[in-house]
Antibody
Framework: QVQVQESGPGLVKPSETLSLTCTVS????????WNWIRQAPGKGLEWIGY???????NYNPSLKSRVTISLDMSKNEVSLKLNSATAADTAVYYC??????????????????WGQGTLVTVSS | DIQMTQSPSSLSASVGDTVTITCRAS??????LNWYQHKPGEGPKVLIY???SSQSGVPVRFRGSGSGTDFVLTISSLQPEDFATYFC?????????FGRGTKVEIK
C-alpha cells in the first residue's frame, strides 16, 4: 500500500523559496502523476500541479510562474519549490498521487493517497 | 477555471440518519467528479470517483450520483466514524478544483 509523507521547514521568510519533500513508500513514483495540493487557513483546497516520471507536468496557471515540481527516482521522492513566497502562501501542503484509467474511451482520475499534510507559515 | 459549489457548508445529524450533500459545477464535467472524506490530522481519503464508483474498501452506505453539473453524495445510516468533512473535486480539466467542503457534525 502506497504511503506518502511530506516534510520540510514549517517557517519560511517572505521572498524566500518554499521547499518541501514528499517521501513515497510502498510503491514507485515511476508510475502515475504526483501532485501537490494546498489549503490556506479558512480557505478551500487549491491544486498546485503535477509531474510524472517522464517529465510531463501541468501547473495551476495562478502559480505556474513560481512553482516547480520534480521527481527523484533514486530516492523515490517528489519535491515542491515555490519561489518568492508571501503570506498568501501560508497553507497546509499535501503530496498526493493521482490515479486513473481509460476504458472504452472513458477516462477517470482521482487523488489517492494523500499525505497527512504539512503546515508552512510564511512570516518574518 | 471550473467553480465547484458545495452545499450545505455544514450539517448536524444523528447516528442512523441519512444525509445528502450536493455539489454543482459551473460547467459540465461529465462524470469526472470525485468525493473525499477528511478527518482532522489525517489526509483526505477518496470515497467515490467517476461520480458513482466506490473506491475499494469504502462502505456501501456511501453512494454518489449525478452527471454534468449536478452531483450528490448520500450517506445512509450515518455511523460515528462518518463525522468528518466531505468535499467534491472535478477531474474533468486542469486546473482541478474543489468544493469548499461540508462538515458533518453530531447532533
Amino acid at each position: 500500500q502506497v504511503q506518502v509523507q511530506e516534510s520540510g521547514p514549517g517557517l519560511v521568510k517572505p521572498s524566500e523559496t518554499l521547499s518541501l519533500t514528499c517521501t513515497v513508500s510502498g510503491g514507485s513514483i515511476s508510475s502515475d502523476y504526483w501532485n501537490w495540493i494546498r489549503q490556506a487557513p479558512g480557505k478551500g483546497l487549491e491544486w498546485i500541479g503535477y509531474m510524472d516520471h517522464s517529465g510531463f507536468d501541468n501547473y495551476n496557471p495562478s502559480l505556474k510562474s513560481r512553482v516547480t515540481i520534480s521527481l527523484d527516482m533514486s530516492k523515490n521522492e517528489v519535491s515542491l519549490k515555490l519561489n518568492s513566497a508571501t503570506a498568501a502562501d501560508t497553507a497546509v501542503y499535501y503530496c498526493v498521487r493521482e490515479r486513473g484509467f481509460c476504458r472504452d474511451n472513458v477516462c477517470r482520475n482521482w487523488f489517492d493517497p494523500w499525505g497527512q499534510g504539512t503546515l508552512v507559515t510564511v512570516s518574518s | 477555471d471550473i467553480q465547484m459549489t458545495q452545499s450545505p457548508s455544514s450539517l448536524s445529524a444523528s447516528v442512523g440518519d441519512t444525509v445528502t450533500i450536493t455539489c454543482r459545477a459551473s460547467q459540465g464535467v461529465g462524470s469526472n467528479l470525485n468525493w473525499y472524506q477528511h478527518k482532522p490530522g489525517e489526509g483526505p481519503k477518496v470515497l467515490i470517483y467517476g461520480a458513482s464508483s466506490s473506491q475499494s474498501g469504502v462502505p456501501v452506505r456511501f453512494r454518489g450520483s449525478g452527471s454534468g453539473t449536478d452531483f450528490v453524495l448520500t450517506i445512509s445510516s450515518l455511523q460515528p466514524e462518518d463525522f468528518a468533512t466531505y468535499f467534491c473535486q472535478q477531474s474533468y480539466v486542469a486546473p482541478y478544483t474543489f468544493g469548499r467542503g461540508t462538515k458533518v457534525e453530531i447532533k
